[in-house]
């Protein structure tokens, strides 16, 4: 293999002309100006350092944000001040910062998080996500840098990627990540092979890649494995970003070393991997946000126009969409640096076009449809309750115009230690069914468990109408429920409206069967008879929830939950309470999109 060299990055291996283009070009405004304003926000801020008592917390008290808010504003010093090297060589403060931030992350104990680690072991043989990204970045910015960086770092980063990516990958494994089959195996095993691919270039070190590249190979295969056909990443847009996007940095690294002979882009499965941020969004910044993903995202430009070069359906994103420099609370090098060196010309368009598609493996139904009245989206969920940062959500479905959604999914919630444990991840309301536009029957909720899984009875997409039917009762830990079939039917009218219908057949008269509802907007109960409103806060539209008052009884709750952030974020639920108990039961409610008026 040919040693990874400027030209790599650079046309021409010119590394001066890309930047004074990039220093020189509009289309690079918006980053320049995001990128210089951290810097400056950086250089009037003292940098902290981690501490064991820090560290510790999350063993002690479960939390981790304490920690890793300082870990990752190391990261955003580092990202900042090397991009502002590399557009400003002549700037020696920005250099001078660069030098130091690199020192520091050298002279961490660990570069894993607590969460990973154990307080009782050594963590030199530990390897999780964020110090193996971190590995990752070293090694790369050894190479851009060049002479820049002074002799004695240059040897201590190529040390310690020894000591703590390659050695514990060829010599202490397996981690249980490598056969995982999800993002830890593609950005785990990406980052070692994407260090490996920088660093060993001589002759001496041929067999030492060739084992590393042996061992990544492997673990690429087992993370294609949790996708299915339908290249849907059941983590979420956000995991997609994170785990596809690491394959695709090591895939491009790999293709270029290899002079186009190992070529992970000619995988059918991987064209269809690529083409799957564009089916998540709903309108504006607004994604269907099933698992552990935010509701409202936006986009990798160099991920995405890479994809969109390697493959003609995959659209290059609109630019609104693009993400602040900012954004990324973890403060990833690899994405920050292709957002500036992928990027290509954008088209002027205000959003993706129109879509309607049904992912078959996931169970994911989508639409996004565009109108006079705006962007409408409305998405559902059938699949099982045992996914990657499963939720209990099967027959879960939402709602959104313009980017603002009127029928909900929480998302993601703080990460704490409890988060991720099996005995405590559903008490969570992000988690547990109690927080989804699901049923709770006879007080029970759905558990967790591959065996609860959708089956689908229908899928059918016309120009005016969308249909979807599940069987979702083997989501319930009842025997008494011998079958229960959601339906949806989506009519795409200017102003939409969605019919939901949930037939239930029990052995016996439930005792009592509750229609939920999740939503972020206050409700208002109407004076009107069956008449729930949810005003948009933009002043543009409302939801109807139209209902049959003489069959189901409304109640609206005010709640809490913990979001990704740490912060307190207030959800509603309208519950419909059956007030007609019977072994045989049909439920139907009406959603129609109105033009904004209290009633």
């Known amino acids: 293999?040919?040693?990874?060299?400027?030209?790599?990055?650079?046309?021409?291996?010119?590394?001066?002309?890309?930047?004074?283009?990039?220093?020189?070009?509009?289309?690079?405004?918006?980053?320049?100006?995001?990128?210089?304003?951290?810097?400056?926000?950086?250089?009037?801020?003292?940098?902290?350092?981690?501490?064991?008592?820090?560290?510790?917390?999350?063993?002690?008290?479960?939390?981790?944000?304490?920690f890793e808010q300082i870990y990752f504003e190391?990261?955003?010093?580092?990202?900042?001040?090397?991009?502002?090297?590399?557009?400003?060589?002549?700037?020696?403060?920005?250099?001078?910062?660069?030098?130091?931030?690199?020192?520091?992350?050298?002279?961490?104990?660990?570069?894993?998080?607590?969460?990973?680690?154990?307080?009782?072991?050594?963590?030199?043989?530990?390897?999780?996500?964020?110090?193996?990204?971190?590995?990752?970045?070293?090694?790369?910015?050894?190479l851009l840098l060049g002479d820049r960086l002074p002799g004695i770092l240059r040897s201590r980063i190529a040390e310690l990627v020894e000591a703590r990516l390659f050695r514990p990958f060829l010599e202490q494994g397996p981690y249980s990540w490598e056969e995982a089959e999800h993002n830890w195996a593609a950005v785990c095993a990406g980052s070692i092979g994407s260090a490996a691919l920088l660093l060993l270039d001589s002759e001496e070190d041929a067999g030492r890649l060739t084992r590393i590249l042996e061992k990544t190979e492997r673990s690429m295969e087992f993370y294609l494995h949790g996708f299915g056909q339908d290249g849907a990443c059941l983590e979420g847009l956000g995991y997609w970003n994170y785990g596809f996007g690491y394959f695709v940095y090591y895939a491009d690294l790999l293709l270029k070393r290899s002079g186009g002979q190992r070529d992970w882009f000619r995988r059918e499965q991987v064209r269809s991997i690529a083409g799957f941020q564009q089916k998540c969004f709903l309108g504006g910044d607004a994604v269907a946000n099933f698992s552990d993903a935010l509701p409202h995202a936006v986009v990798h430009l160099g991920l995405s126009d890479y994809l969109a070069s390697k493959y003609e359906e995959v659209q290059s994103p609109p630019l609104r969409l693009r993400a602040d420099y900012r954004d990324d609370h973890c403060s990833r090098w690899a994405p920050a640096l292709r957002n500036i060196l992928w990027r290509e010309e954008h088209e002027a368009k205000s959003g993706w076009g129109p879509i309607d598609v049904y992912l078959e493996d996931a169970g994911w139904f989508v639409s996004r449809m565009l109108s006079d009245a705006g962007d409408f989206g409305f998405s559902a969920k059938g699949g099982h309750n045992d996914e990657p940062h499963n939720h209990n959500d099967l027959g879960q479905f939402m709602l959104a115009h313009n980017g603002e959604f009127y029928l909900s999914d929480l998302g993601c919630g703080e990460y704490t230690k409890d988060y991720f444990r099996d005995d405590s991840r559903y008490d969570y309301a992000c988690n547990g069914a109690q927080g989804h536009a699901v049923p709770i029957i006879d007080g029970v909720l759905q558990a967790a468990g591959r065996d609860r899984q959708a089956q689908l009875r229908e899928a059918k997409i016309t120009d005016k109408e969308d249909r979807l039917a599940m069987e979702l009762s083997s989501a319930y830990p009842l025997d008494e429920l011998t079958t229960f079939t959601r339906s949806w039917s989506w009519h795409k009218c200017p102003l939409p409206n969605l019919h939901l219908q949930d037939e239930y057949h029990f052995k016996a008269a439930p005792g009592s069967l509750t229609e939920r509802f999740v939503t972020l907007l206050p409700p208002v109960l109407a004076a009107e008879s069956g008449l729930v409103v949810l005003p948009g806060r933009k002043g543009e539209l409302a939801l109807e929830l139209r209902y049959d008052a003489a069959l189901l009884q409304p109640e609206i709750s005010r709640r809490t939950f913990r979001d990704h952030f740490g912060k307190d974020a207030v959800w509603y639920t309208v519950d419909f309470h059956a007030l007609q108990l019977k072994r045989t039961m049909s439920i139907q409610l009406e959603f129609q999109f109105v033009l904004y008026k209290l009633k």
């Open 1 to 66: 293999m040919q040693a990874i060299g400027l030209d790599f990055y650079y046309p021409g291996g010119d590394a001066e002309a890309f930047w004074s283009k990039v220093r020189s070009s509009q289309e690079y405004s918006d980053d320049l100006a995001e990128i210089r304003a951290e810097g400056r926000r950086l250089l009037a801020t003292p940098a902290k350092e981690l501490s064991y008592s820090s560290f510790s917390l999350f063993h002690t008290q479960g939390s981790r944000l304490e």
């Open 74 to 142: 190391k990261r955003r010093r580092l990202n900042t001040f090397a991009l502002l090297s590399l557009l400003e060589p002549e700037s020696e403060c920005y250099h001078t910062a660069l030098l130091d931030a690199v020192w520091s992350i050298c002279s961490e104990l660990t570069w894993c998080l607590p969460a990973h680690v154990s307080l009782d072991r050594s963590v030199s043989a530990e390897i999780d996500l964020f110090l193996a990204e971190t590995g990752f970045t070293l090694a790369e910015l050894r």
